[in-house]
């Protein structure tokens, strides 16, 4: 048995890459799987930047599941000696009974959260690059913010490799199987046995897990990079993280300040469900009719701005059906099949707590975080 790994991880994106720490952490013999380079932008969760916030406007039953994130935060910036996790706050703008200012309110009152609500007088002040309707509602949450996404896969994958996990990167798997208790994985350059498998996969998972056949859904999302005349005032000193939501639009828009790099642009996306494709399918650049609303919002609601738009690019999004993350055994195969996946685009900010959460599944069998609402059910 000593030839057998403990634990088979498929997928070193960042659930993966955070699930390979924890594991190994652990003392467990950790094998990791990635088809693609470390990290690559053919998946769900790269593009330089991604929310952090804990007034969650989705469902309140996540603030319990960020606030271990928060803390996996703090310690992952302690244990890499990187620094991940910028708060710049963000700054929520929407009709009052929409679903996010609305859903914002909800969870900052559940949980006794920080929320400011912000006048239209000053949120012309403190706000100033938007052109915000005066009947719409302005709330910021101060302790939000954003992550560096590659940064992050990248200080997972090397602790844990530091604490002894196998990362096999450009080697996909073809086939699996479990047999009187032991998992099987074919790739395309060799055979690997272990006592379980995780799947952290994104949207690639349907494709290894038949039973989840037609489950998920895989979306491809626009993104935009627009390069300001007046770089200074989007820094991340003098611009937080924001969101807006229109009557017009399902979902949201949102962007992120300018990062450090030597030709600065900052960061605009929209949140809703995008073209249907198989993941091989993805492009590299965002089409002009997939750019289209992010044209709308930068005509409606900031229309003063100058400069240019320096590039697009995409990524996907894996839906499940409710639009809440799938995290659970895979039935049938003694507890011995984990599955995570469904994150449907709004999972990065979760990272550190569902590595952790991926550990105790394989470790003890269950976890004391409330995920019940995650399961396959």
């Known amino acids: 048995m000593n030839h057998i790994y403990d634990v088979i991880v498929i997928g070193v994106g960042s659930m993966g890459s955070a699930s390979c720490y924890y594991l190994a952490k652990s003392g467990l013999k950790v094998l990791g799987l990635e088809q693609f380079t470390l990290p690559h932008e053919k998946g769900s969760h790269t593009g330089e930047s991604r929310f952090v916030r804990m007034a969650y406007f989705e469902d309140p039953d996540y603030v319990p599941l960020l606030k271990r994130a928060y803390q996996n935060w703090d310690h992952l910036e302690e244990v890499s000696g990187k620094k991940l996790f910028h708060k710049t706050g963000i700054v929520y703008f929407g009709e009052t009974d929409s679903a996010q200012t609305s859903g914002v309110r909800k969870s900052s009152q559940l949980y006794n959260l920080p929320i400011e609500i912000v006048s239209p007088k000053d949120s012309q002040v403190r706000f100033t690059p938007f052109t915000i309707p005066d009947h719409y509602e302005c709330l910021f949450e101060p302790d939000a913010g954003f992550v560096q996404p590659e940064l992050t896969i990248n200080c997972y994958v090397d602790l844990a490799t530091h604490h002894g996990a196998d990362i096999k990167e450009q080697e996909k798997l073809l086939s699996w199987n479990q047999k009187n208790g032991i998992v099987e994985c074919i790739t395309d350059k060799g055979t690997y046995q272990a006592k379980k498998i995780v799947f952290t996969s994104g949207a690639w998972t349907q494709q290894l897990i038949p039973q989840l056949t037609g489950t998920l859904q895989t979306t491809q999302q626009a993104?935009?990079?627009?390069?300001?005349?007046?770089?200074?005032?989007?820094?991340?000193?003098?611009?937080?993280?924001?969101?807006?939501?229109?009557?017009?639009?399902?979902?949201?828009?949102?962007?992120?300040?300018?990062?450090?790099?030597?030709?600065?642009?900052?960061?605009?996306?929209?949140?809703?469900?995008?073209?249907?494709?198989?993941?091989?399918?993805?492009?590299?650049?965002?089409?002009?009719?997939?750019?289209?609303?992010?044209?709308?919002?930068?005509?409606?609601?900031?229309?003063?701005?100058?400069?240019?738009?320096?590039?697009?690019?995409?990524?996907?999004?894996?839906?499940?059906?409710?639009?809440?993350?799938?995290?659970?055994?895979?039935?049938?195969?003694?507890?011995?099949?984990?599955?995570?996946?469904?994150?449907?685009?709004?999972?990065?900010?979760?990272?550190?707590?569902?590595?952790?959460?991926?550990?105790?599944?394989?470790?003890?069998?269950?976890?004391?975080?409330?995920?019940?609402?995650?399961?396959l059910r």
């Open 223 to 375: 993104l935009l990079w627009y390069k300001p005349k007046h770089a200074n005032q989007f820094k991340k000193d003098k611009f937080s993280c924001w969101s807006i939501t229109d009557p017009a639009y399902d979902g949201m828009f949102y962007g992120f300040p300018l990062l450090d790099s030597p030709d600065p642009s900052f960061k605009i996306a929209y949140h809703a469900h995008g073209l249907d494709i198989k993941p091989e399918q993805k492009a590299k650049q965002a089409s002009m009719e997939e750019i289209e609303p992010l044209h709308f919002f930068l005509k409606t609601y900031m229309p003063s701005l100058e400069g240019e738009i320096a590039y697009t690019k995409t990524c996907l999004y894996n839906y499940s059906p409710d639009e809440d993350f799938i995290i659970d055994f895979l039935p049938d195969h003694d507890q011995s099949v984990i599955v995570a996946c469904g994150f449907s685009g709004h999972g990065f900010k979760f990272v550190p707590m569902v590595g952790e959460l991926l550990k105790d599944l394989v470790v003890a069998g269950s976890s004391d975080l409330p995920v019940g609402f995650l399961g």
